[in-house]
């Protein structure tokens, strides 16, 4: 459910200019397009994608999600000269189960494909051919205070500096936080301060991937995340340790619970739901227990049972009282306006909408919580728009259009919502030109990043079209949404 904004001159077009930038004039790849990877700006390294790859300590799976971030998405078959490898070894490394050990095999592609230190889950060395040899220490026997030994004792000092300088260069590598948070996984060191800041950072970066990575592929990444969470809880020797990484556990428990639904596996959901809520009342976490409140409601709606759902709302609500936590309050009322929609209450629905705008006013969603990151004035537009399709609001369509034409290319999970929302709305208007062609995009979208919310309403509006047999456009649409989603 995160939100990261990626500007339409962002990293990831950059990136590709930087790829056509190693293109002959003809339009085809040169001999170096084909050899070596081109240099990214730094802020390509900064894609939540790109950031939470490493955490599963796959380089296979780090390698494709590095071919995919980029628009367009680069072939095995461009890749695997830049690593010195054939497409088919590349395509065996990207789906093995086992990830590679070979330390210098990860050394080399790494260092091959410009990757900076900080994202490695191990120490990239100098490449001994681009190292110059030290110069000799030269041994004389009777000091002479001459020319010559001058020249040597020069030697001398320069040999001793360079040696100091490469030994201090050892101690500040492995002293880095991320070597430090390995050893504490590893070893049993100590948790610090700075282990514990790593941790949320990464927690973070997990909620804002979510919004961009299909829900298969960053699960796995999600349950290493939180295997090393509980390992450092284990080494924590104090409670001011202790308490932040509990919270750590907790958020990624929530947000398990999320891709666990995505994928369809509703009980296991409801049980990392059910932990984090637990915890969250413990500790007195208000804002914790209604993220957990509120995407259990998901699990509920998609059910029918919109009573439920709304029930679990009110009661989040209760944890977020007064101006307390107002981006996790402006996502909580919107969810209700939603729900309060399709139990026809077009009163309580408006009303729960005006709190969820009002709330929003005030609110810092990429700074409250990991979990309310992606509640952008985007995120609250395609639940606005939700809303007033179910109510069947005469501007529902305008404020649609208006919204997906402001959505970065990026935003395909939330894309997909919006399209299934119109959809559902130019259904309802007998409108089935526009409706075929929305309900066609929208699938491509659901399917590619297997966002639940729209395939969920998407076979709701299934439902109530006529079955196959029948002719016509409603008919049409049906077909469409059945033969792909109901797989």
Known sequence: MSDHHAHPDGASCRAARAVDDLRDDQGGPCAKATQVAPVFPADFWEQPAIRSAPLSRHFGRFLRTYRTVQSPAVKQTQLAPWLGITQGQLSRIERSTTPIHDLHKLQTWARALHIPAYLLWFDVS?????TPASPPVRTV?????DEESDVRRRELFTT?????????????LVDTPWHRLIDSVDTGRPVDAATVQLIHDQTADLFYAEETTPSRELLESMIQHRKTIKTLLSNSRTESIRNPLMVAMDETDVLRGWLLFDLGRGKDAVDAWRSALSVARETGDGPLAACALSYWSYLAAS???????????QQAREYVPGASAPAT???LSAREAEELARLGDETGALRALERALTAFDFARPRSERPWTAFFSASRLGSMTVSTCTTLRHRETTAAADSLLASLPPIRNKVRAIVLSDLTISAVEMNDYDRATTLVSDAIKLTTQTEASL?????LALAATLPPTSSTGPASVVRDQIMSTLRR
């Open 303 to 313: 059910r029918n049972d919109t009573a439920p759902a709304v029930r679990l709302l």
């Open 126 to 130: 100098s490449d001994p051919s681009d």
């Open 454 to 458: 729209a395939k969920h309403r998407l």
């Open 141 to 145: 026997e009777r000091p002479e205070q």
């Open 160 to 172: 001793t500096r360079v040696t100091a300088a490469a030994a201090a260069g050892s101690k500040l």
């Open 329 to 331: 309050r402006s996502w």
